[in-house]
């Protein structure tokens, strides 16, 4: 494949003729291209202006009154139907804003126990997850979740980024159309359970038992917990991989398997998760960021003669 300097977005599927951006301008000067439903919307609205303008309404006012009008109605014009960087006119996020506003179930979901987990289950759309880790969905969908680290970098040479692009294009060229693969970026606190436990496991392995080995153990199991695992927060990045049978989910974990065995340009690191890591993932995504409050400090036993626990 030819790597191309930059890359542009595709003209939605669902775009229409009125769609079609058209060119205002002369010798290079002029407004930015415009989609024809604008400018059509415009014409319309400054025909109405002006109807209005003639209305008994506002014909009884002087001239600067009807100044104020115009340019009102023209501020309100471009407000409502310019369209942002998706191509969506502002209008619709107005309605969509005024069916959050009047809709109580569009704002929040009640996740309490005698209340029917019909809402949440619409929003998050996974029914269960087994013990091999298949995330089973609502739609009657299933999928994987993997913890993923890419290759990309602003330090790459651009070999190195032309072997990345036809390597992630070699790898959607295999993959079966039915396959969707999702992309989730959550930043989360850092994850120090391993850390902790190696310090537990390196504590547990002394042959002594010294009051002053322990304060350090501890010492270094509170910097873990309440620093490093609170304080400081990095991106992670996760992908389900989402097929309609589990036998077009299988052969696309084969594909994936292949793709990281043989040159892992597409994906650098790529590691599967299981039923309390996938919960952990969606806790991090519909709950507040969770803590490393489960680590446990060493306790210190009192009684003269006894042993640490």
């Known amino acids: 494949m ?8 595709k003209t939605p599927m669902l775009s229409t003729a009125l769609d079609t951006e058209i060119t205002l301008q002369k010798n290079g000067v002029g407004l930015r291209p415009l989609p024809i439903k604008f400018v059509i919307i415009t014409v319309v609205s400054g025909c109405v202006c002006v109807g209005a303008v003639q209305s008994d309404l506002v014909a009884v ?45 569009n704002r929040k979901i009640i996740t309490r126990r005698n209340v029917p987990a019909t809402p949440m289950l619409d929003m998050c759309n996974i029914k269960g997850i087994d ?9 009657k969908h299933f999928g994987y979740m993997y913890r993923v680290t890419g290759t990309a970098s602003v330090l790459l040479f651009d070999e190195d980024k032309n072997n990345i692009i036809n390597a992630v294009d070699n790898f ?16 989360e606190s850092q994850k120090v359970y ?52 589990l036998e077009t989910l299988t052969a696309a974990k084969i594909t994936l398997q292949t793709e ?7 994906i650098k690191r790529c590691i599967p998760l299981y039923g ?34």
Request: proline residues 2%; glycine residues 4%; positive net charge.
């Open 172 to 187: 959607y060229r295999k993959i079966d159309p039915n396959v969707e693969l999702i992309f989730i970026s959550l930043k």
């Open 61 to 105: 006012g002087n001239i600067v009154q009807k100044f104020i009008f115009v340019c009102l109605w023209i501020a309100m014009t471009v407000l409502l139907f310019m369209t942002d960087k998706t191509k969506r006119m502002n209008l619709m996020s107005i309605i969509s804003l005024i069916s959050y506003l009047t809709v109580p179930s």
């Open 2 to 9: 030819a790597v191309k300097q930059s890359y542009g977005i």
């Open 260 to 266: 990281l065995d043989t040159s892992g340009l597409f």
């Open 276 to 309: 309390d890591e996938i919960l952990d993932v969606l806790s991090t995504s519909y709950t507040f960021n969770p803590y490393n409050d489960s680590i446990e400090v060493l306790t210190r036993n009192t009684k003269k003669g006894g042993d640490d626990k």
């Open 194 to 245: 391993n850390q902790a436990a190696a310090v537990k496991t390196r504590y547990n392995r002394l042959n002594v038992s010294d009051p002053d080995l322990k304060d350090l153990c501890n010492n270094q199991l509170t910097m873990l917990r309440d620093v490093v695992g609170s304080k400081y927060q990095s991106i992670h990045q996760y992908m389900i991989v989402k097929a309609d049978s």
């Open 131 to 139: 013990d091999t880790g298949t995330i089973k969905f609502a739609d």
